[in-house]
């Protein structure tokens, strides 16, 4: 999507899709503004009552947003993310150990996909004798239609919504399980925490794990993948990552995440008139707010369409901006830091498989690719 991105920011940093019937916001300055005046440009999508998200974290605006904000946040504080660190290098060197003696990995089978869903499974408090169940809803939960005829549209949300009910019957099972016996899971934490007196209700609750499995999950993987084949592109900038892993990887990370967002884009409503990049934008309208456009500004990244390691300073907006910033982002750092560090440390000559071709995954929103086959 790279040269239509440049092509737009030049023609048109914002413009009206007919044929979508949204405004599509490409600079850097515009999507700040959109994601920034939350007043204005409202994250209350979904308005029919026919999404399971339509009150979830992710779709509200203040004041509910912020009240459940402050409760789920008890959830993912720093220190809470820092103890999972054991767990998320132990199952890394699981998911690694299980290849160990291959010639050939696809990456993403055996490791950034199985990781992330793995570690938020054991987050929930799920048991580990349904983590395999689990893990199979979770990826039905995302899995797109099989093509791009209506039929199988149609029936990909059937069955996504079919798996959206088994998986709320069975959180319901665990809520339940976890009323009796606390332990220091996500929820656990969610049942006992509350804010002002306020708490999450069961259903609440549900919601928001369903929504973790949604937005953690993919994107997690995409980065970790996007990580490695970015790194087969600039060997010469691998080279010193590979040499000095701890001083240059968090930067590293940070610069995949501007150059190969995971997430490129989201929509907002336009709630209140509002003049945007000089367009004329009606209350009623919808917006979609590109990211991964965004980081790829020349305005405001100089030598925006190379991967610059370490980049000082990068604003990106990969994991949003403001009141909706991404929760899990410190998560996806650590994990995604811990899984580089661990491939490098037992891999640092990997290449790509000769037999590997490029698949993109099928998505507007998700960048990455289907699978990366490489030879170690
Ligand atoms: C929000 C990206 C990983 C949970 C967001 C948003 C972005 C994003 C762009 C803001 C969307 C908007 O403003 O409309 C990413 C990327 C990830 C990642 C690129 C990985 C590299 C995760 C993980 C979790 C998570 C691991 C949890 C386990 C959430 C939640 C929100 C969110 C709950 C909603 C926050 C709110 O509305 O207040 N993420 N995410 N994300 N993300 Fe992530």
């Not at 990370?253 to 190969?260: A, D, K």
């Not at 995604?336 to 995954?361: H, N």
Request: net charge negative; aromatic share 10%; charged share 30%.
């Amino acid at each position: 999507p790279f040269k239509w991105y440049r092509k737009m920011r030049e023609e048109a940093p914002v413009r009206w899709d007919e044929e979508r019937r949204t405004w599509d916001v490409f600079g850097y300055e515009e999507v700040k503004t959109v994601l920034d005046r939350k007043e204005v440009f409202s994250s209350r999508v979904f308005r029919d009552g026919k999404s399971l998200f339509e009150n979830g974290l992710l779709n509200l605006d203040p004041p509910k947003h912020t009240q459940m904000r402050d409760i789920v946040n008890k959830a993912f504080t720093p220190k809470a993310m820092k103890d999972w660190e054991p767990r998320i290098q132990a199952i890394t060197n699981e998911l690694l150990d299980a290849v160990e003696g291959k010639q050939e990995i696809d990456l993403v089978e055996q490791l950034s996909y199985p990781l992330p869903v793995l570690v938020i499974a054991e987050m929930l408090g799920v048991p580990a004798k349904d983590q395999r169940k689990f893990k199979d809803w979770s990826d039905q939960a995302v899995a797109g239609p099989a093509n791009n005829s209506e039929e199988a549209k149609s029936e990909q949300l059937q069955k996504q919504q079919q798996v959206v009910g088994e998986l709320y019957a069975y959180f319901k099972e665990i809520i339940e399980l976890k009323k009796k016996e606390p332990a220091d899971d996500i929820i656990s934490v969610l049942l006992q925490a509350s804010v002002n007196g306020e708490s999450l209700t069961e259903e609440e609750i549900v919601g928001f794990c369903i929504l973790l499995l949604v937005a953690g999950n993919e994107t997690t993987t995409n980065l970790i993948t996007n990580a490695i084949y970015t790194f087969l592109e600039y060997p010469e900038v691998y080279r010193q990552i590979k040499n000095e892993p701890d001083e240059l990887l968090p930067a590293a990370i940070e610069e995949v995440l501007r150059f190969r967002s995971p997430v490129q884009a989201s929509f907002r409503f336009v709630q209140e008139d509002v003049v945007l990049g000089g367009k004329e934008l009606r209350a009623g309208e919808y917006v979609i707010a590109w990211m991964g456009a965004a980081n790829r500004d020349e305005k405001q990244f100089q030598d925006a369409e190379q991967f610059v390691v370490p980049r000082k300073p990068n604003l990106h907006m990969a994991f949003g901006r403001g009141i909706h910033f991404c929760l899990g982002a410190p998560l996806a750092r650590m994990e995604a830091e811990i899984v580089l560090k661990e491939w490098i440390r037992r891999y640092p000559d990997f290449r790509l498989s000769a037999d590997f071709t490029l698949k993109p995954l099928e998505s507007t929103f998700a960048y990455g690719i289907k699978e990366l086959l490489l030879t170690v």
